[in-house]
């Protein structure tokens, strides 16, 4: 599996030592440079380093094709079951340490064979603990150490954010994968089983019963409107109610299969609502879910304003700021819309922060 990594990367790898050393011997920079420069090559020459760098590998080489596959078109449902094989797969070599340990000790083999010319190499194992309290074998329980603590922790975490953003949702993404068009045939086929409880509960405004027949029409209607032919639309209206047995629905999901834009996606639904003035009647009970589905944030939107907001939030006047006040403030401002609804209960909050310490109550009277 990281046969590749081992070779290519390990020629980077040594050239960016040999630069580090080559820094280290010149006498053209100064004290400061070589100090920093010698830092890195130990940090860099450590088989722990080298071990986490590959355990974060493998880790995205899993994620990567899920987050490739951020798209326009994309299929929900698709994208859900990748989701869900990487969740698989994560969990799979999650304690597969053995397996990172190979590849390290592999990628070192490979590294020093070319650093043999500037006398420097990286360790092939694990440092010992130098304390009195450690055991003789002191590689190994260095090695046992590092993969309950770094290893084991780091896929733990990992899984336990998919788990939490995505495998809880697979009900709710099955019902918005069937507002998508390319899905349209396959409930035409069993229009019984479409439900929509979760997005009713996200729009309760519509009627869900109403909602779950003006969708199965939108279906059996998207072909046509599609083509622009909406001239017919009394005529495909009739010619769906109509269909009351199963073989009528599944000869039309059929044929929609055969005509509908395999490029189509829940915008080119919504576009074609908004634009031609359906939710005005026609699907007046389809224009309020499509805009809530196709406005909801993509899965690196949030990594994204964290990143925004910490860049505005620690400034060079804030470098000391403790990580508990620094998620505490960026929580205020990515939530701004939560923090500004309970400005009514300010009192509140300002009786409940004067009680933590005798100095906070006694300023509070002021």
């Not at 026609?282 to 309020?288: C, T």
């Amino acid at each position: 599996m990281f046969g590749s990594y081992t070779d290519q990367s390990s020629e980077f790898y040594s050239d960016l030592l040999i630069i580090l050393q080559q820094v280290i011997e010149a006498s053209d920079f100064n004290g400061s440079d070589r100090y920093e420069a010698q830092k890195l090559s130990e940090n860099f020459r450590k088989f722990e380093t080298i071990s986490m760098a590959f355990t974060f590998i493998r880790i995205f080489d899993i994620t990567t094709p899920v987050s490739d596959y951020q798209t326009s078109g994309l299929n929900i449902m698709q994208a859900w079951r990748m989701i869900n094989k990487a969740t698989e797969n994560v969990e799979k070599i999650s304690r597969d340490f053995s397996g990172i340990f190979e590849t390290a000790f592999n990628f070192v083999v490979y590294a020093n064979l070319k650093l043999q010319d500037v006398n420097i190499s990286a360790p092939k194992s694990f440092s010992t603990i130098k304390s009195s309290r450690s055991a003789p074998e002191g590689i190994t329980n260095q090695k046992i150490n590092f993969e309950v603590s770094y290893h084991n922790a780091v896929t733990d975490v990992v899984l336990s954010c998919m788990r939490a953003r995505f495998s809880s949702l697979e009900k709710l993404y099955k019902q918005i994968s069937c507002f998508d068009p390319n899905r349209f045939s396959e409930i035409l086929k069993s229009p019984q089983n479409v439900e929509l409880g979760l997005i009713a509960n996200a729009v309760p405004e519509i009627d869900r019963v109403a909602r779950q027949g003006d969708l199965i029409s939108f279906a059996l209607s998207y072909k046509d409107l599609n083509k622009g032919l909406l001239e017919n639309m009394n005529d495909i209206e009739n010619d769906s109610d109509s269909l009351e047995s199963e073989e009528e629905y599944t000869e039309v999901a059929e044929s929609s299969a055969k005509t509908t834009c395999k490029n189509c996606s829940l915008s080119c639904a919504f576009t074609l609502i908004s634009e031609y003035r359906l939710c005005a009647a026609a699907y007046e009970n389809l224009y309020a879910p499509y805009k809530f589905i196709v406005t909801l944030s993509v899965t690196q939107c949030t990594c994204e304003t964290c990143f925004s907001k910490q860049r505005l939030l620690k400034t060079r006047l804030r470098t000391s700021l403790t990580q508990n006040n620094l998620e505490s403030l960026m929580l205020v401002a990515i939530e701004k819309d939560i923090a500004m609804k309970i400005k009514s209960n300010k009192d509140k909050i300002i009786d409940k922060t004067a009680e933590s310490s005798a100095d906070m109550s006694t300023m509070s009277l002021l």
